[in-house]
């Protein structure tokens, strides 16, 4: 695969593995952020664009995972409760897909960066907006930026998470919604820069290779989830994520 993708190592390979393996861990307990380590770690070292074709195939996989954990039947009705989300964020992703080969590598930092930074620092403050009831026009809303920044970055998580929490979604509920809402947005983003040339038949050996720890990661972290205080892991996420947003804050500034 060196011959393939010559920008990684083997040392850069086993950080790439260690990278989702930990991204796969955390969603396994939070039920988000994978996208959000990947991208964030995966580009300190590799080229953005080669860092959100490895997340493609590991998001997919474990979002099917967490979407399907209480069936089928169970995930239709998520399906059903967002369908207005996940239609307008499917058309806004496919949209902003092709955003990705044009745009400036500073842009697409930012474009990940100001919203997990702006997301996390919410949450770590305590402050989160409380919806009395579903609001059509605000949910398509949310799914449009959503849909957008997952076009363009492959993270979609934070503004799909502050809705959710925001709605005071259950949080078995959350967890299935977030798997299925993510999970649709995965398959689309696959579909999305296969044909926007991100995901080709070089890039995609890195997507294989991530697949596994991911997966593993997951396992491992659903495992935890049952055995510690999910109040205090979450807040610890938040402090990575920022840490995480901050750093490509500062990659897009100084270049």
């Known amino acids: 695969m060196n011959a393939l993708l010559p920008e990684l190592t083997p040392g850069l390979w086993l950080a790439a593995i260690g990278i989702a393996f930990v991204a796969g861990i955390v969603k396994g307990m939070v039920g988000f952020a994978m996208p959000m380590i990947l991208v964030s770690g995966l580009s300190s070292f590799l080229p953005p664009q080669l860092a959100l074709a490895g997340l493609i195939l590991p998001t997919v996989v474990t979002n099917g995972m967490q979407a399907l954990r209480q069936g089928p039947k169970a995930a239709v009705q998520s399906v059903k409760r967002f369908r207005r989300f996940l239609l307008v964020g499917l058309v806004f992703l496919l949209a902003s897909s092709m955003l990705v080969s ?138 990575v994520l920022l840490v995480a947003g901050l750093n490509l804050l500062r990659r897009a500034m100084m270049g």
């Open 102 to 239: 044009v745009l400036p590598t500073r842009v697409f930092l930012l474009a990940i960066g100001v919203p997990v930074v702006g997301f996390v620092i919410l949450q770590l403050s305590g402050w989160t907006p409380k919806l009395a009831a579903e609001n059509p026009r605000l949910e398509m809303g949310i799914g449009a930026f959503a849909g957008f920044i997952g076009g363009v970055s492959g993270v979609w998580g934070p503004p799909t998470v502050a809705y959710l929490t925001a709605l005071g979604t259950e949080k078995r509920e959350q967890m299935r919604v977030q798997g299925v809402i993510y999970g649709l947005g995965a398959v689309a983003l696959f579909v999305a820069h296969i044909g926007s040339g991100i995901l080709n038949t070089r890039t995609v050996w890195l997507s294989l290779a991530l697949l596994p720890p991911a997966v593993i990661g997951m396992w491992l972290g659903g495992m935890v989830q049952d055995r510690i205080d999910q109040k205090a892991f979450r807040k610890a996420t938040l402090v």
